[in-house]
């Protein structure tokens, strides 16, 4: 069975200064998916990027990006130039790609990041 | 185009007693999902309906049931709450299929059972 470890309950980062927050998953599939997701106060669940696992590029949306470790199994979160907005919790989530599947998400524990002004 | 929309936003029940989440999504998705979200351990997954007509089992579906009844709805029940259901319920939905897709969340039902 997968699983996913975000081992950093909390984190913090200052206004305008950059932060990364981590990721390990264990699988013995070779194809999947991972994505992280953003949970703000709302409580309403927003994706934030998605990779695939057969493109060795790391996704990249804006100020978001990842570093996509296939071999170490690790999918960390780079966050720059930190926004008061980007506070919130955030997931790690994997799919696999297996037909079988149906989309089935596992998600990480979460990490809490607070934004200093 | 609501998306994905859940009622009720909050709830409060005494142990025993019996209740239906409601889910509903207008983007013609093909497979739903209910999870609950516990404190330092994310989401986890209790049912899923890959079609219509299909439902099968999660990692935590002790103590629910869910009825797809139709491509647009899917509820979830406790049929006898405990307080171990305390918890926060989504419900997503996604197309089906290989590739990378999104699920899309609902905003979420607050349960407390006492």
């Known amino acids: 069975a997968q699983t996913v470890t975000q081992s950093q309950p909390e984190m913090s980062v200052q206004e305008a200064e950059t932060v990364t927050l981590s990721c390990t998953y264990d699988?013995?599939?070779?194809?999947?998916?991972l994505f992280w997701y953003k949970q703000p106060p709302s409580r309403q669940m927003i994706l934030v990027i998605r990779?695939?696992?057969?493109?060795?590029q790391n996704a990249t949306e804006n100020r978001f990006s990842v570093n996509f470790q296939k071999a170490a199994k690790s999918f960390s979160l780079k966050i720059s130039d930190s926004q008061l907005g980007d506070a919130a919790m955030y997931f790690c989530?994997?799919?696999?790609?297996?037909?079988?599947?149906?989309?089935?998400?596992?998600f990480g524990q979460g990490t809490t990041l607070q934004v200093k002004p | 185009n609501a998306g994905v929309t859940q009622t009720p936003k909050f709830q409060v029940l005494k142990t025993g007693q019996s209740m239906t989440l409601q889910c509903a999504q207008d983007m013609n998705h093909n497979s739903m999902y209910w999870y609950r979200q516990d404190p330092g351990m994310g989401l986890r997954l209790i049912y899923y309906s890959a079609s219509e007509g299909t439902t099968d089992k999660g990692e935590v579906p002790n103590g629910y049931n869910v009825s797809r009844l139709n491509k647009r709805e899917f509820s979830l029940r406790l049929e006898s709450a405990a307080p171990s259901q305390t918890s926060v319920y989504f419900c997503?939905?996604?197309?089906w299929g290989q590739g990378a897709y999104e699920q899309y969340f609902g905003p979420g039902t607050r349960l407390t059972v006492t």
């Open positions: 699988t013995s599939e070779s194809d999947y998916y």
């Open positions: 997503a939905s996604s197309v």
């Open positions: 989530a994997y799919r696999s790609a297996r037909s079988s599947n149906t989309g089935k998400l596992i």
């Open positions: 990779q695939e696992a057969y493109k060795q």
